[in-house]
């Protein structure tokens, strides 16, 4: 066995195509197959040609409700000179679907027969010979082909194999995979936690993954970080599944060990891959299974999965490797890469105008919510350093264009009603979505400016004035058409833990070297409002604790917090309710929307304004706390 302590940071930095080149050609499962009854087949993957067993229809049937007759009898109908039939002699009731009476062949639907009585009918044309009859096999002919093999099934395929005759079909078992969470500090997911434990979710979504792209999963429980334990978990899962993921311990930590497992047990295969996350991934192969080695943090797990399983179990099932449907966009922010490596950057979309506006999310590999908000991913190739802003870049889209065209760009500073607006606007209208980029306020003025955005939420107070907005918009959008509509008031305040342990109570109170602060970015309306703060108290910022350390959000600074890792920090009330922090306020602000002209007029607009001016949405907005609706839809400024 290799020395634990003997760490190798990573085998390999090879390109991501490479590794799965590697992976794929020497991983192998034979096909196995199943016979499953034909209804329940649906999204299943045929194991050989299948060929009708029957005709559809079997026999020659009437294709309407009516009456069969023999079409020689029936040439001398005409409207002027009405044809009388006699029941058993010259025709016979069907209904749809009946088999053709022997010597009969032709039907005439029952709107085209005038019954004189029970006994008699009338017809006032001829009838056409296999008129209104369905001949045999006129659906399927019995031999014919109806689906091959590998095809996957589709709801309508399972009716044409019913017709066909198959009330059950052969098809691909569906492979087994075992997932193997690690790590000592986590837990299975509960409704609270305590300090030192992780929820384990990734598994949950490794499942769902998996079973979408035709997998049979199975997650196995929570392994400790104990080598000899997770090598008897490792051999029993090989001998069960065809195929094992391990999640956590694919990094160079003393904790780490699937590295060593990997060599000990079976070969390492690939072990660190040139992209941006997802680097520590590993794959190998131990008792003839392949085994894939995620890293612990979400995003890159889910990446990872994505790169090795789904083309392994394509290539299982004989499809093509999977891929997402491209669109061109424009680089809302610049977006930095190293170069060398493969950078998959998630990213929001939203049309504006003409222009479909990219704008990266979090970068951070454990951030879920970035892949929760992501509407496409943004792949920058490793001989590119990134893009910059205004440049065209190519995304994968992860919902439906349409969906993206239909959706609010809100870009600017971060305020919880916006989270409500875009949950109110939805239900309003099902088609409509609401996408937020938290740049500042500034940002928003800026995305105004090049017409990268529909809405710019701000809150920039003006010392020279006393107002709040206005003044911004004219120095920086003096040619713009804009309006100004506010949303809210709110209650800026420090954020500080329970009891306020620090006794922070006022701005001077940052200056302490017992107290450590949080703040946000820059451009944002509340760090402009704290340099405010320290300017009329003659403070040099340089002096406070934590001054560069940046969240781009309220509840981001709420969380620093709540979780200790920052004493204070300046929010809104309601992010202190959310982290149940005790919140000393400082002033009270105005956050406006600034509309773009174009989109304020168009139906979108009137949209996003009307729900705005409900008072179902204001009721919830002040419900939070710290809110108030007293000039919600209210416009202040607009040129």
């Known amino acids: 066995m290799a020395n634990r302590h003997q760490r190798t940071i990573y085998l390999e930095d090879i390109p991501l195509a490479e590794a799965q080149q590697r992976f794929l050609s020497q991983v192998t499962l034979p096909r196995q197959v199943e016979t499953i009854p034909t209804s329940q087949a649906s999204g299943r993957v045929t194991a050989e040609p299948l060929f009708a067993k029957i005709s559809s229809p079997a026999y020659p049937s009437s294709a309407m409700d009516g009456i069969a007759v023999i079409a020689a009898k029936t040439v001398s109908a005409h409207e002027t000179h009405p044809l009388q039939l006699q029941e058993g002699k010259d025709y016979v009731v069907v209904d749809t679907g009946d088999p053709l009476p022997e010597g009969y062949d032709a039907v005439i639907m029952i709107e085209d027969v005038h019954f004189l009585d029970d006994q008699t009918a009338e017809i006032l044309a001829p009838a056409r010979p296999w008129q209104h009859v369905r001949p045999i096999g006129e659906d399927i002919v019995a031999h014919e082909l109806i689906v091959p093999d590998y095809h996957v099934l589709r709801p309508v395929d399972l009716g044409a194999l019913l017709a066909g ?20 500090e986590l837990v299975d997911p509960k409704a609270t936690v305590e300090r030192g434990e992780i929820i384990e979710y990734n598994s949950a979504v490794f499942s769902a993954y998996l079973r979408q792209w035709g997998a049979f999963p199975t997650r196995l429980p929570i392994v400790p970080d104990d080598y000899d334990q997770l090598k008897q978990v490792l051999l029993d899962a090989v001998a069960r599944f065809d195929c094992v993921v391990i999640n956590a311990g694919s ?36 008792a003839g299974k392949p085994v894939i080695g995620l890293p612990g943090y979400p995003v890159s797990a889910y990446l990872a999965l994505e790169w090795f399983a789904q083309p392994f179990l394509a290539a299982y099932y004989g499809q093509p490797r999977p891929t997402r449907p491209k669109v061109t966009a424009t680089a809302g922010r610049r977006i930095v890469s190293p170069m060398g490596t493969q950078d998959f950057v998630r990213v929001t979309l939203g049309k504006v105008g003409e222009k479909l506006i990219a704008n990266p999310l979090s970068r951070e590999a454990g951030v879920t919510m970035s892949m929760v908000r992501a509407d496409g991913l943004l792949v920058i190739p490793p001989e590119r350093q990134g893009y910059e802003q205004g440049e065209s870049v190519e995304i994968e889209l992860y919902h439906p264009l349409q969906e993206v065209e239909h959706t609010v760009v809100v870009t600017g500073s971060h305020d919880m009603t916006i989270d409500l607006l875009a949950s109110a606007i939805h239900n309003v209208d099902p088609h409509l979505h609401l996408s937020s980029a938290n740049v500042g306020s500034m940002g928003g003025i800026l995305a105004l400016r090049k017409g990268e955005t529909h809405l710019a939420g701000m809150h920039l107070f003006d010392p020279a004035t006393g107002q709040y907005n206005t003044p911004y918009l004219q120095r920086y959008l003096p040619e713009t058409p804009v309006v100004l509509v506010n949303l809210v008031y709110r209650t800026q305040g420090f954020l500080v833990p329970k009891g306020n342990p620090k006794g922070i109570h006022s701005v001077r109170d940052l200056l302490r070297p017992d107290v450590t602060y949080i703040n946000r970015q820059r451009g944002a309306g509340t760090r402009i409002l704290l340099d405010y703060l320290l300017m009329q108290e003659g403070i040099d910022e340089t002096q406070i604790r934590g001054y560069d350390r940046e969240e781009t959000t309220h509840l981001g600074v709420a969380a620093a917090v709540a979780g200790s890792s920052a004493d204070c920090g300046l929010g809104v009330y309601a992010a202190a309710q959310a982290m149940d922090l005790d919140f000393l306020p400082v002033t009270e602000e105005r956050y406006d929307l600034c509309f773009a002209r174009s989109f304020y007029d168009s139906p979108m607009g009137k949209t996003v304004r009307d729900v705005i001016g409900q008072p179902a949405f204001q009721q919830r907005v002040e419900a939070m706390g710290g809110y108030s609706c007293r000039d919600t839809g209210k416009i202040f400024w607009q040129q």
């Open 165 to 184: 005759g198959f009330v059950e079909v052969p098809v691909l078992r569906q492979p087994a995979f075992g997932i193997i969470p690690t790590g000592t």
């Open 251 to 286: 990094s160079a930590g003393r904790e780490d060990f699937t590295e060593d497992l990997l060599r000990e047990c079976g070969q390492l295969l690939v072990h660190g891959v040139a992209t941006r996350p997802g680097k520590p991934v590993m794959v190998g192969i131990v």
